[in-house]
């Protein structure tokens, strides 16, 4: 019924792609699943909280790839579900509208920027934002606010 209507019929040669939405929900669940496994090695532990994890010490030692790292690690299950859900429902809508590569520099940088406000946080109250930090949050709380940018004129409440 919906086929016989021209803008409703797929081309011949139509394969439908995954979206960088999707890809992402996948690599952070698989890095979370490695990490988990990593982490019960006894230099495991160590090792994703020195050199993946965001934290003060290592960009003083030179170690800028944890602004890129951090972003794919999670603390726990409940960490990598609601920053899942966030992606999902806010990236879908953010990456049709902006298109696949836009939409992933939007999130990157937007993780990028989240982890360099916490490490400057870092350096003012170091008792307070001084640990390791780990998560898709920033990003997260990137496409949300390019969603809500993009849909401002919506009433939240009709």
Not at 6 to 21: E, I, V
């Amino acid at each position: 019924m919906l086929e016989d209507r021209d803008y409703m019929r797929q081309p011949d040669d139509y394969r439908p792609r995954l979206s960088f939405t999707v890809a992402l929900l996948i690599v952070n669940a698989a890095v979370f699943v490695a990490e988990l496994a990593v982490s019960n090695t006894p230099r495991g532990s160590y090792l994703v909280g020195n050199y993946f994890a965001l934290s003060l010490e290592g960009l003083e030692h030179g170690s800028v790839w944890q602004l890129l790292t951090f972003q794919f690690l999670h603390a726990s299950w409940l960490h990598l579900l609601f920053n899942s859900l966030a992606i999902f429902f806010f990236g879908r809508p953010v990456e049709t509208a902006l298109g696949s590569g836009r939409f992933l520099t939007l999130y990157f940088s937007s993780g990028v920027i989240g982890g360099l406000c916490q490490m400057a946080a870092a350096l003012l109250w170091p008792t307070r934002f001084g640990g390791a930090v780990v998560g898709a949050s920033a990003g997260a709380y990137g496409l949300v606010a390019a969603f809500a940018v993009m849909n401002w004129w919506e009433r939240s409440f009709r």
